[in-house]
């Protein structure tokens, strides 16, 4: 059946909780109200109050309660509102979720899915529209998974609530509704850590995630009608990330331009492109450009301008083939 | 067991109670103890600015339905409260720390509307620069700290400013306010116990309608009320009936006096209910009965002291008849000059990250604006 | 105004009291108006785990001061509170969340001063494997929760295993204890409040010893008591006598029991004092006087239940030294025993992070495990 | 006279307080103790507490009264007892402090310093010795310096505490009474944003930071033993950072190693080695190296394995030289 990501959240949730009596769902408004993007619509009704629990308004009490319920043999799946609140909990993720399993000598983990909309594009000005997933990258003791697609989040959410630890799970809320593609059915996973190459192309590889990952692809369509080849990752894992498709296709181009929509200084994207440099150095024939949000806070009024547009992307591909 | 538990000397409000404190009855008819001394030209002005604050929301509503403005947060239902606060207020030396649905109030302080809808469809009109979403206000020349989105963040920087007003000897009160949704939040209590213990110059101004989003009163917390809060800082804490403008101004002046005259702190869980869904993204009809909103509706704020005015010569027809008109008519005006304002410039984006620009902004900058010059210069050729 | 203000039916002790509730005096004697119904067995068991809390302190402090452990926090003049705590917990059916300067109360409950010193001097004996500072304990064998250093952020975690067990229909109990300074978090807050609003079994039992480091309880909050806080949640808030351990005892028995009956969470304020300064590493003469600490040093916690037990023959001078002399020996031999269990080893360091290595991690471990063994492999051949 | 950072420290602020009658310290312990590490010795008496506020233990209500104070007119320098402890109040950092002046449209500000010992090396486990430096520096809206000197630290609090935004100011706690030096006397500031050049040297250069600093001149200084002239940059500031210093100085000499002990995976010298590759790629004669500390969270046991030591500089410098 033809559906888009939110809704592939609501039922790979759904299905999951039948099958794993364990699964809870908690957070604001993810009870009758259904989530305020619908991405637990449905399960109140089916499971009740007790595994679809609506809590105050605390992001730290949901991630701390989660993490506590987990330790008791849960698999709760915590939903933040919009990424840009998880501030307020932020301390019980790093402090607490990141570092039980390891200050406990693996006495006790935190089996735990902390989901969250995330990334611009709705008009939602800065408090609901940033990309905070550096930050969970920084934090030794996360896993951090970011899809783009329907298909892809059934699988990578499916993994992340079957995982032993915290995993980060960073949903575009603009490709929400953007697409509708058939879902494989049944026990669909994808093992956490592997990037997805989208397009092919032998001149130059763009690597993307997330919400960027529309303009990412029109820019190689454009790419094309203009002859020149573009390969596209996806990577869907930022932590881990997929170091192994990552390293071959750079080498064998050359060329790399890489995208993401949160702020430039300190981007993962960051990371990827010094370990480039740090391991294929030789292999470069240009410059790893990197095409990022700005070192502003969220804009509202000139949010156009702030995207990873198609443009910007074009761009720096042209300077890395012209090197 | 706590120390403001009585009332102070010579105040006429109880902390802690277990019914709302009310001066007037449903009917709008004077059920205090004490006599009215609030003088005809304030009454009718909180009068007026209650129906400017309702006729404000209907006006966002068409911008929103429109497609002008992209959202839209409702305070109707609120008024009372809002307009309550504004009421007492000393202008120019007092700060408030509002939140997302306190059009009404903000306007009653003196944001026009025009500034309003400048912020709501983010033009020039917008002395925020249109930085924020819809619903997100602001007036250093007002001391309103701009309103932002993240639930209770405002409440402790506003406790840092009753704190400076005390250690300056300023006479002056910061007024914060909020949903009850918000004192779940770690920051609201770690903000409000601050201001306990420092005996800052602040009132906690809660504006209770027992949801937060759709998280009903019961799924927030088991207190008691929101005033019982209070206990866990040491801050008397006011149950008070928050669709009577003058219940709320009465008790708000109390504590604001006594804030004032250096007495410390204080909380108020003003009973509202609010009319239209949480806002333009929301469907309420998915977690509570119409019945409920009917039933609230009964209670109308406006409706209450229209009659309370009414049997005092300060209200009919007519008078109401004129002052829609003539606040519709500035509403009217106001959103065309907003709009007018024309739009904000691309390159402000670059703007008041900093005081001044860093040499990174510069470059983004830069380049931002070259790349987008180029885009512009070769669509224009298609 | 407190839907638990009252004492429940058939319950002793009533909350929100101005003066802390006490079974005894300070002399050591009865003087509750219900009769004691202790045996003898838990009496004597009570005050050998007391003892053996203030003896343990003693040679943490040992090995502190010789330099094998970097740090001590110390527990003595927490024992009557921490060891109540222990005997009203169901071993292999409750949780335990507790924090640093709980080693006593852990003890207690079965955590062996081989682990505790093994933890402190991180060898081998550590079930933690040596990943955190000295007076960082825990235990899932015996459900405690490893501590973390992070004031507070314990209490939200304890919350989520609270509800699991009602979830779960599970008859079981979670125990948080705290200083009195982690109430200004806005976790504690955040959490006390989810506790309340949906009726967790968890007992929210605060140490208040009137400190945080440095800052007395006044600049600490101005609420009248830590037990007041209950009010802002739902919550009934107990002030106890807490250099008593059977005041605590009996307190916490009863709200252990309801919240075990399905009645819903408690919050103790056990009135308590810290002894030593706050840590290894402070400096007390700074800030509080010599004093103060003099007076409570009067109402020694183990003393006054010696007292007690002395006059049922429950205790006298033999019987203390064959205790301490026992325990003395036991710890001597546990400091002994966790020192000869031998460095962790360095290549655990990448363990734990993740149920299974990530590639990164691998990498890192790999090249680091390498650059080791080659400069160990040089410095054998300087 | 000598002195050593801590001391500086306070002291510095001693003399700002008095010359800025709007200037005010808060925290927890920083009245009659004088903070835990003394960085605030002697403030209480002079002051008294209306300008040395001990606060309730709550890092939300500390940086968010400053915050309100700043708006207010005042000049507040907030202490976070160990930069681990910053998450709490982490929501007030990045959502209130670092976007006011933005999301007001310049009509308010917060010009405040957050101070806080910082990084690892005193045997305090994960929770006294993490180095969250990226997590700041990836937030539109603060500046973040790291001085490792005395002098530095003088130079750089005057002119933080007298910025017009929020500062995030990290104290190296491992140094904090490791050196002592004959600091500057009287108004001595330092522009944020420069980079100090702590070593000449034309065979490579070494670039770091904060508690990493002694190890890398140790590091040059074992290399001059060998006759490599190793040249050594102290960025002292990492937002905004010194990248003129740091370009000129790569592209001199073509190797680099980037050392900091924050966690490798996200931390902010990739975004230095991204922006070496990105911009001055002909330049570089071997890829940029990082010596990092490892994406574990901060150990107790192993401190000694995890730190950023002499050796592991010494092998990624002879990596580069060797390429
Ligand atoms: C920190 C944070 N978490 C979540 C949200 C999403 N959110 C916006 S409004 C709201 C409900 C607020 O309820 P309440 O405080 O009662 O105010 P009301 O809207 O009822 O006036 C929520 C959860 C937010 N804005 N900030
Ligand atoms: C989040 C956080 N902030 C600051 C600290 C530093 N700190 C350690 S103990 C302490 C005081 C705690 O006082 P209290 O809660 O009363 O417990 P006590 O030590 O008196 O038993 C502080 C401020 C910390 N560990 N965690
Ligand atoms: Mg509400
Ligand atoms: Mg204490």
Known sequence: MQQTIVQTVAKTLFAEMASDPDVVVLGQDVGKRGGVFLATENLFDTYGPDRVIDTPLSEAAIIGAALGMATHGYRPVAEIQFSDYIYPGFDQLVSQAAKLRYRSGGQFAAPMVVRMPAGGGVGGGHHHSQSPETHFVHTPGLKVVYPSTPTDTKGLLLTAIRDGDPVVFMEPKRLYRAVKEDVPEGDYTIPLGTASVRRQGDDVVLISYGGAMPETLKAAEALAEQNIAAAVIDLRSLLPWDKQTVLEAVAARGRVVLVSEAPKTGNFISEIAATISEEILDSLEAPPVRVAGFDTPYPYAQEKLYMTSVNRILQAVQYVLDY | ?382
Chains 1, 4 share one sequence.
């Open chain 2, 1 to 382: 067991m706590i120390k403001q538990a009585q009332p102070k000397h010579g105040a006429r409000f109880e902390p802690f109670t277990t019914t709302p404190i009310a001066v007037t009855n449903d009917h709008g008819e004077w059920t205090a103890d004490f006599e009215l001394d609030i003088d005809a030209d304030l009454l009718q002005e909180m009068y007026r600015d209650m129906l400017a604050a309702r006729l404000l929301d209907d006006r966002y509503s068409t911008l929103q339905r429109s497609g002008k403005a992209s959202f839209l947060v409702s305070s109707a239902g609120h008024e009372a409260a809002q307009i309550a606060v504004a009421k007492t207020v000393k202008l120019g030396v007092d700060w408030l720390y509002p939140y997302y649905r306190d059009t009404g109030l903000v306007h009653s302080l003196g944001i026009s509307a025009k500034d309003i809808f400048g912020q709501a469809l983010a033009t020039l009109a917008d002395p925020n620069k249109g930085r924020q979403m819809p619903g997100h206000p602001g007036s250093s020349t007002l001391n309103i700290f701009t309103v932002c989105s993240a639930i209770a963040s405002h409440i402790p920087p506003a406790v840092g400013t009753a704190l400076s007003m005390k250690l300056r000897n300023q006479q002056a009160v910061t007024i914060t306010s909020f949903g009850e949704g918000a004192t779940s939040e770690g920051d609201f209590n770690a903000a409000i116990n601050l201001a306990g213990a420092q005996g800052a110059p602040i009132i906690f101004a809660c504006e209770n309608n027992g949801y937060a989003i759709s998280v009903g009163y019961t799924k927030q917390t088991a207190a008691e009320s929101i005033a019982a809060k209070g206990e866990a800082f040491g801050l008397p804490g006011y149950v008070v009936d928050g669709m009577d403008v003058l219940s709320c101004y009465y008790v708000l002046k109390e504590v604001v006096e006594a804030a004032r005259a250096g007495h410390g702190p204080a909380l108020l869980d003003m009973r509202v209910y609010r009319y239209n869904p949480h806002s333009s993204a929301d469907d309420d009809s998915r977690y509570r009965p119409k019945q409920e909103v009917e039933m609230w509706r009964q209670r109308d704020p406006l409706t209450r002291f229209q009659r309370f005015l009414a049997a005092r010569d300060l209200w009919d027809e007519a008078w109401e008849q004129e002052l829609q008109e003539t606040l519709e008519a500035g509403l009217r005006q106001a959103a065309k000059d907003a709009e007018a304002a024309g739009d904000i410039p691309d390159a402000w984006m670059f703007d008041d990250v900093f005081e001044t620009l860093p040499w990174h902004l510069q470059e983004q900058r830069d380049k931002a604006l070259k790349q987008l010059a180029e885009s512009q210069a070769s669509d224009a050729t298609h």
